[in-house]
C-alpha cells in the first residue's frame, strides 16, 4: 500500500472513535442484513400482532390465536435491514491541487469507507473522472491497492441520475464542487427514491483567501486554461466574496434537497476538521 | 514670487528623466508569474479589465507609482537648488584673472568659466555689480559695472602676457573690494593658496608646447648669424614644423624632433641685406611662444650737447669723448641729450648740478630731471 494513502487511512480510523456518518438519523430499509429496520421483516424477533389482510404470508398467521378466537391474526416480526452506501469520489485535478487537498480527500473516503465495511453495509463506490462516473471495486480500497489519480476536470454534467444508486441508501459524495454547474440534477439524484445525501467538500485555506498577489498568470488545473491576472487587493476580496457567494448558494440548494454539505479544510486533522463544520450540519454524528 | 524664483542648478531638471524611468519599471515590472489554481471561473467573474490587453493597460494606479513619481519630482525639486531674490539683494562678483602668459592657452576656459559663473549668478541677487580684475601689476583690462554682457565683452578682449608675479595683491584688493556679500572668484592655472574668501577655479591642465626660449645674434666672418633655442615643455616626444619668415614670407618648413623636456638649437644667417626675420614655430595650444622676431642689434648713438662752461664743462667733454657711441650735437634740434648746471651750485640747499634727458622728437619741456653730484 502507498505509504501516503495508508496514513491516511490510518488517520480516518482515529477518527471513527469520535465521529460516524449519521447513520441513526436514517431509515433503513431494503435487503437482509444486521440492522434493525424500521419495518417489520422476517427476523426471529417478535415485535406484534396485526390483523389478517389477504395476501399476508400465511406462515406468518398465528394459528394458536386462530384456535382460540376464530380469527386470523398475523405474527410481525422485527426486520433487519443492511445499510447501503454509495461514494462517489471527485477524482478532477483540484482535488490533488496540493497533498494536504489530497490526503484530506483521501481520509474523507476512508473515514466513509471504514464505516460502511464495520457497518457490514453495501459499499458501491463510484469515481468521477472528466465527467465520467466509474464503478470501482471497494475491495481494492480494503486490500489497500488503491492509488488515487487526481485528474481530468469536469467537463459536461454529472448525470448521477444514470447511477444506479441503492434506494434508502446514503449517497456521499466528496467533491470540492470548485465547478459551474445546475445543483438540482445532482443533489435531486443524490436523495431520489429514499437517499440521504452527503456531500462532503474539502478545500483548501488559499482558495478561500488567496495570499498571492501581483502580476499572475492562473493556470486552472484541470484545464489548463491560463489567465493572466493583476490580483490586487480589491480583487482578492472580490475573489473572497464570489467564493462564499459559490458555497452560500450550494448550501442552500443542498437544504433545498435535505442534503448535507459539509465542508472540510484541509487543515489540521480530520475529527477537527469534521468538527467545524460537518457536525455542525448533521454530515457527521458523535460516534457514542 | 514666481518672478524671484530662479535656479541654481538647472541641470538638475535631467533628474526628471526619472519619470519615465519609473513608469518604465512599472511598466515592466512584475512578469506574469505563473499559479496554479484549482479553477478559473471564480475568477472569471471579474472585471475584463484585469485580463491581457495593450501594454498601458499594465500602468496601473497605484500608491506605490504615484509616491515614486513625487519622490522623482521632490528629488528634481531638491536638485534644482530654488532660491528666491529679495527685492533689495545686492551681489558683488569680483573675477580676478591670472594674467600669466600661459593663461592664454586656457583663454577659452576662462572665458567660458567666466560666463557659466556668472550666468548662475546674474539671478541671485536684485543687483548684481560685477567686476573682472587681472591680477598683473597695472590692473587694466578690468571691468566694473552692472551689465554681464559688458563684462563678457571685456573678457573677450583680454589678452594675459605677463610673467611670473604675485597674485596677492591684486586678491587683497578684490578681498576690499567685495564687501560683507561679495565673491571673489579667482581662475588661474597656477597652484597657489589663496586668501580665506576666495573661491579657485583651476582652468589649467597639461599641455604639449614647444616654444622659443632664447636667441643670440652675433656676427661671424662679416655675417650676421642667429641662434635660437626651442625646448619642449611636454611630458612628449613631440614632432614640431619650424620656419623663418622674411618681410611677412613664410620660408621653407623644416622638422623639429625634441624629447621631453629636451632643448634644441637652431642656426641660421640673415641674408645679405636683411636686418630682421622672425622665427615661427607651428602653433600649439600656448601661441606666445610660437614666433620669436630676430633682429640684427645696431649701436644706438647719443647727441649730447654740452651747455656747461669752465671745469665741469671740460670734464663733461672729456668724459663724453671717452664714452663709444656718444657725439657732441652741434645744434639744438638734434640734440638727445643735454647738460646743464644750476647756478646754485653743489649744496644742497641749493639747487643741484642737474642732466637733463631730452626725447628726440618731444619739446624740451618733456625731460627728466635726475639729480648728479659730481
Redesign the interface.
Known amino acids: 500500500m502507498n505509504d501516503r494513502v495508508a496514513q491516511c487511512r490510518e488517520r480516518s480510523r482515529e477518527s471513527l472513535s469520535l465521529l460516524r456518518l449519521p447513520f441513526r438519523s436514517q431509515t433503513w430499509q431494503g435487503g437482509q442484513g444486521v440492522w434493525q429496520g424500521k419495518g417489520t421483516g422476517s427476523a426471529i424477533d417478535f415485535r406484534d400482532h396485526r390483523v389478517y389482510v389477504p395476501g399476508d404470508d400465511p406462515r406468518h398467521i398465528n394459528w394458536q390465536a386462530y384456535a382460540r378466537t376464530g380469527h386470523y391474526s398475523m405474527k410481525v416480526f422485527e426486520e433487519e435491514v443492511q445499510p447501503q452506501i454509495d461514494i462517489v469520489l471527485d477524482c478532477s485535478a483540484?482535488m490533488g491541487?496540493t497533498q494536504e487537498k489530497a490526503d484530506r480527500t483521501v481520509e474523507l473516503l476512508y473515514f466513509c469507507c471504514e464505516q460502511a465495511w464495520e457497518a457490514g453495509a453495501i459499499l458501491r463506490l463510484y469515481h468521477l473522472k472528466s465527467g465520467e462516473v466509474i464503478l470501482q471495486d471497494p475491495a481494492e480500497l480494503l486490500a489497500g491497492s488503491w492509488q488515487p489519480e487526481w485528474q481530468g476536470d469536469h467537463e459536461g454534467d454529472f448525470h448521477f441520475s444514470r447511477l444506479s444508486f441503492s434506494p434508502n441508501g446514503m449517497r456521499i459524495f466528496i467533491s470540492?464542487l470548485?465547478?459551474?454547474m445546475d445543483a438540482n440534477p445532482l443533489l435531486s439524484s443524490l436523495t431520489a427514491v429514499g437517499g440521504k445525501g452527503i456531500l462532503f467538500v474539502p478545500y483548501?485555506a488559499e482558495?478561500v483567501s488567496?495570499a498571492?498577489s501581483?502580476?499572475?498568470?492562473?493556470?486552472?488545473?484541470?484545464?489548463g486554461?491560463?489567465?493572466?491576472?493583476?490580483v490586487?487587493d480589491a480583487?482578492s476580496q472580490?475573489?473572497r466574496r464570489?467564493?462564499q457567494n459559490?458555497f452560500q448558494w450550494w448550501k442552500d440548494r443542498a437544504r433545498q434537497f435535505g442534503c448535507h454539505l459539509a465542508r472540510v479544510g484541509a487543515d489540521g486533522q480530520l475529527v477537527t476538521a469534521l468538527r467545524d463544520d460537518a457536525l455542525a450540519v448533521g454530515a457527521v454524528e458523535m460516534a457514542v | 514670487m514666481l518672478e524671484s524664483l530662479y535656479f541654481a542648478n538647472p541641470w538638475g531638471a535631467l533628474a526628471l528623466l526619472g519619470i519615465p524611468v519609473v513608469l518604465a519599471i512599472h511598466f515592466f515590472?512584475?512578469?506574469?508569474?505563473?499559479?496554479?489554481?484549482?479553477?478559473?471561473?471564480?475568477?472569471?467573474?471579474?472585471s475584463p479589465e484585469?485580463?491581457?490587453g495593450s501594454a498601458w493597460d499594465?500602468l496601473?494606479s497605484s500608491w506605490p507609482l504615484w509616491l515614486q513619481l513625487l519622490m522623482v519630482l521632490l528629488l528634481v525639486w531638491l536638485l534644482l537648488e530654488p532660491r528666491w531674490v529679495q527685492q533689495w539683494s545686492r551681489l558683488n562678483v569680483i573675477f580676478v584673472l591670472d594674467s600669466s602668459a600661459s593663461m592664454d592657452a586656457f583663454r577659452k576656459e576662462t572665458i567660458s568659466t567666466v560666463d557659466r559663473l556668472s550666468r548662475q549668478f546674474d539671478n541671485t541677487a536684485n543687483d548684481v555689480n560685477w567686476m573682472l580684475m587681472p591680477t598683473h601689476v597695472s590692473g587694466g583690462d578690468g571691468y566694473h559695472g552692472e551689465e554681464r554682457i559688458e563684462l563678457m565683452a571685456v573678457l573677450n578682449q583680454w589678452q594675459p602676457t605677463e610673467g611670473r608675479h604675485d597674485f596677492l595683491p591684486a586678491l587683497e584688493r578684490g578681498l576690499m573690494t567685495q564687501g560683507r556679500h561679495g565673491l571673489l572668484i579667482f581662475i588661474t592655472d597656477h597652484d597657489y593658496v589663496v586668501p580665506a574668501g576666495v573661491s579657485t577655479y583651476a582652468v589649467g591642465r597639461p599641455l604639449s608646447n614647444v616654444g622659443f626660449t632664447g636667441a643670440r645674434c652675433f656676427e661671424s666672418d662679416g655675417t650676421w648669424k642667429w641662434e635660437v633655442l626651442v625646448r619642449n615643455f611636454g611630458d612628449a616626444e613631440v614632432e614640431r614644423d619650424w620656419w623663418v619668415e622674411l618681410n611677412g614670407e613664410q620660408g621653407p618648413v623644416a622638422t623639429l624632433n625634441l624629447a621631453a623636456g629636451q632643448s634644441g638649437l637652431l642656426t641660421g644667417f640673415f641674408p645679405e641685406g636683411v636686418q630682421k626675420i622672425s622665427m615661427a614655430l607651428a602653433q600649439d595650444e600656448l601661441q606666445l611662444d610660437n614666433r620669436f622676431p630676430l633682429v640684427i642689434p645696431q649701436q644706438a648713438r647719443i647727441r649730447l650737447a654740452v651747455k656747461t662752461g669752465g671745469k665741469t664743462g671740460q670734464f663733461i667733454n672729456r668724459l663724453t669723448e671717452a664714452l663709444p657711441y656718444v657725439r657732441l650735437a652741434s645744434t639744438d634740434d638734434q640734440v638727445d641729450l643735454v647738460t646743464l648746471v644750476s647756478p646754485f651750485g653743489f649744496r644742497s640747499e641749493d639747487a643741484p648740478a642737474e642732466v637733463v634727458f631730452r626725447s628726440k622728437d618731444k619739446p624740451l619741456n618733456k625731460v627728466v630731471t635726475l639729480p648728479v653730484l659730481v
Not at chain 1, 501581483?214 to 484545464?223: Q, Y
Not at chain 1, 486554461?225 to 493583476?230: A, H, V
Open positions: 483540484s491541487l470540492d470548485l465547478f459551474e483548501l482558495e488567496p498571492w501581483g502580476n499572475l498568470e492562473l493556470v486552472d488545473c484541470e484545464s486554461e491560463k489567465r493572466k491576472q493583476r490586487t480583487l472580490n475573489y464570489n467564493y459559490h | 515590472q512584475q512578469p506574469a508569474r505563473p499559479q496554479l489554481i484549482s479553477t478559473l471561473f471564480l475568477w472569471q467573474r471579474e484585469s485580463l491581457r499594465r496601473r
